[in-house]
């Protein structure tokens, strides 16, 4: 088993309880009607953050993957998923986290809620391809520097990190991750009927706080010198579709994955005929991979954070912050005015 895994098994042992605090302060009373909290779980902390800004004082959260857990590494003790069967609402995202796929369907619980239907997941050929349309429709034009034969071969990378199934790192859209918050807000209504208003405010509040920052990546992102954005893995999908960025990922889909040789100098040949200056890491992978290619391209490294989870090395005390953190970093890397 490779260390990361090591540690997510060591890691999600321990469950992680919070009183909603993912957020500011928001409206509405200190508890359910009972005069208990709502007992909610959220899969990772893209949920933990939807569920802490609109439950606010009503609930208790807890968070099944750890900080510093890569979540698509996630391994849950029988304790864990004890918790799951006992929580008035289990809220995840079906296909990230196959060990807490697996814990939802063992817990018999039917208080659960799946987030995939209201985040309409885009397919990795949606998100995967963005970097080979770009090439053939707007750099290179007639004098393409990539032959169709390297284009074909980094399909066929694609394909091996499961080309054709969903990207599952919806959040990183903002204006997607309020069409989920406002689904989870709805459900919410639904478990603690008493709080449906407070839901349902708070649920605005945070779509107002999103559509901000879209506004700002949309405007940040507008004019920059390059459009072609490598990353050590294919989380960034979402980012790159809703603002014209063109996605190369190093290792595909899965961050476990280790680029072949063959593919490293795939990357670094188009980074070097892109004449790109900068490559992405992020804070759970290292940089190892980056390190390679600025040895081998004299290309700096900069990090983009999924925001999958929130340290004490993140960028920002919360998903706002960190995205924009990753803002500014692109405004650096790519030479945005």
Not at 184 to 188: P, R, T
């Given at each position: 088993?490779?260390?990361r895994?090591?540690l ?9 309880p ?11 009373t ?8 709502v ?12 569920l ?12 099944l993957t ?5 979540p698509h ?10 918790t799951?069967?006992s ?37 990795l ?5 963005q ?7 707007d750099?290179?034009?007639d ?28 959040w ?11 689904a ?5 209504a639904t478990?603690?009927p008493?709080g ?6 708070n ?10 920052l ?24 979402y980012?790159?579709?809703r603002?014209?960025?063109h996605?190369?990922g ?21 980074v ?7 490559v ?13 290619l ?11 954070d ?9 960028a920002?005390?919360d ?19």
């Open positions: 088993m490779p260390f895994s090591r997510a098994a060591l890691t999600a042992l321990t469950i992680v919070l009183t909603a605090c993912s957020g500011p302060a928001q409206t509405g200190d508890a359910g009607d009972d005069g208990g909290q007992q909610l779980v959220a899969s990772f902390y893209p949920v933990e953050y939807i802490g800004r609109l439950a606010g004082d009503r609930a208790e959260i807890t968070t750890a900080a510093g857990v890569d590494d996630v391994e849950l003790s029988p304790r864990t998923v004890g799951i069967g929580a008035d609402l289990v809220v995840y995202a079906s296909g990230m986290q196959p060990a807490v796929d697996d814990a939802v369907a063992q817990s018999g619980s039917g208080t659960t809620f799946d987030v995939v239907p209201a985040a309409d997941l885009l397919a050929r949606e998100t995967a391809e970097h080979a349309e770009h090439s053939d429709d750099q290179h034009g004098d393409d520097q990539h032959s169709e034969d390297e284009h074909a071969d980094e399909e066929e990378s694609h394909d091996d990190h499961g080309h054709g199934a969903e990207d599952p790192h919806f990183l859209d903002p204006v997607r991750y309020a069409d989920v918050a406002d989870v807000a709805e459900e919410l478990v603690d008493d449906a208003q407070v839901y349902r405010a649920a605005a509040a945070l779509r107002e706080d999103l559509e901000k879209d506004g700002e990546l949309e405007a940040g992102l507008a004019d920059c010198t390059s459009r072609e954005v490598v990353t050590t893995h294919d989380a960034f999908g980012l790159g579709h603002y014209d960025l996605l190369t190093i290792s595909g889909i899965s961050p476990e994955s280790e680029p072949s040789p063959a593919r490293l100098a795939e990357v670094a040949a188009m070097e005929a892109d004449g790109l200056t900068t992405y890491t992020e804070p759970l992978l290292g940089d190892a991979i980056a390190r390679t600025e040895v081998e391209t004299g290309v700096a490294v900069l990090t983009l999924p925001v999958e989870g929130i340290t004490d090395a993140s920002g005390q998903y706002l912050a960190v995205m924009r953190a990753n803002l500014a970093a692109l405004r650096q890397g790519q030479g945005c005015s």
